[in-house]
């Protein structure tokens, strides 16, 4: 069988870059050698890509010769910087984006990968971009009936002249604690809780150093549950997973620093309360556009067991640690054989969308 060529994708421009090499590494040691040549093609912090060798560490690529990708139908080939031969290694049947964050996940990337023609794992333009957006995620899911936490948003250019009666407002109308958040970055980076009203201009402030729209929405006391999707619709869910963390909340620290930081798959619920998670979460997938694969994170409000969906994740993390393979690995799915689907559902997805006619004829 005649080895798949894949571009394994990842560093990137935003705040979330040391992440994205933490998965591509993961990622880079799963891919089976016998099935696929991988091309190892680093974003550098300055947007510049390079070609590194798979023989090497994925951070090792940053140095690796400036490539370019062309928007250019039906050639699915880097293009080196210097116009020299790349050889085999520019020639990609799929490319496997791990890039965090904003020029990853938001849609940007992924409509150079359309414009190339190239196939690619993950969710298209539109679904991209839905899911990076947790305000827009907010309204089309409030939108479908499904349940999220109350929320306004702020725009960068209101902070300036927020005063106390701005604050007053939002508290009056959706109570104390809250939680800020930049709309458009993942990680938990620039998110902040506010537990009084004089402490939100300066939790704005910080979520403004990151996004020009910020959303705020009611504080819970909640249980941290969150679902594995896979497939192109229909879906697959998996078991449900939570996370359990001695912080205020599941910020960056508990994420990737914070060894006390507990992730326990299955989660601990009953078999209704198992169904319900699933099955929202696939409603979520559905609404906001997603292919591939897609994490769905959900509050449990452990006060009165009220469930509400918090966001959607078009590119989690995918370290062998990450909870979206851990999910799939307790739902019988290991994470070599996980890949191996997402390419396939990249694969699916790209031959459907080429059989779409671009001219019309009459008939």
């Known amino acids: ?125 539109l679904g991209s971009a839905l899911q990076m957006d947790k305000e827009v995620t907010k309204r089309l899911l409030s939108a479908a009936g499904l349940p999220v936490v109350p929320w306004v948003d702020v725009r960068r250019a209101e902070i300036a002249a927020w005063d106390e009666a701005a604050s007053a407002r939002v508290v009056s109308e959706l109570g104390l604690p809250l939680f800020v958040k930049p ?50 619709d229909p879906y697959e869910a998996s078991v449900p997973g939570e996370i359990r963390t001695q912080h205020e909340f599941y910020d960056y620290a508990a994420k990737y620093a914070d060894r006390s930081t507990e992730l326990i798959i299955p989660a601990e619920l009953s078999e209704s309360e198992t169904h319900s998670i699933r099955q929202l979460a696939i409603e979520a997938a559905r609404t906001l556009e997603s292919s591939g694969l897609a994490r769905v994170d959900f509050l449990l ?15 989690p993390g995918f370290t062998e640690a990450s909870m979206y393979p851990r999910m799939w690995e307790a739902s019988g799915l290991p994470y070599a054989s996980l890949l191996d689907r997402l390419i396939e559902l990249g694969l699916d997805r790209h031959r459907e969308r080429s059989e779409l006619e671009t001219q019309f004829r009459a008939r």
């Open 183 to 232: 709309a458009n970055l993942g990680s938990s980076v620039g998110i902040s809780r506010v537990g009084a009203s004089d402490a939100l201009p300066a939790a704005l402030r910080e979520a403004a150093r990151y996004d020009t729209k910020i959303v705020v929405e009611r504080g819970l006391d909640a249980r941290e549950i969150e679902v594995a999707i896979l497939g192109n």
């Open 301 to 315: 409000d452990r006060e009165n067991g009220d469930l509400y969906i918090n966001e959607v994740n078009s590119l």
């Open 1 to 125: 069988m005649k080895r798949k060529r894949v571009g394994l994708l990842f560093g990137g421009r935003s705040v979330e870059h040391e992440v994205s090499l933490a998965s591509a590494t993961s990622i880079l040691k799963a891919l089976d050698t016998s099935h696929y040549d991988v091309s190892l093609i680093a974003v550098a912090p300055d947007g510049s890509w390079h070609l590194g060798s798979p023989a090497l560490p994925p951070a090792a690529a940053i140095d690796g010769k400036r490539v370019e990708l062309l928007p250019a139908p039906g050639k699915h080939t880097l293009v080196a910087a210097s116009h020299e031969d790349l050889g085999s290694a520019a020639n990609l049947d799929i490319i496997f984006p791990i890039i965090h964050g904003s020029g990853g996940e938001d849609g940007s990337l992924q409509g150079l990968l359309e414009m190339a023609g190239v196939a690619y794992v993950g969710s298209g333009v």
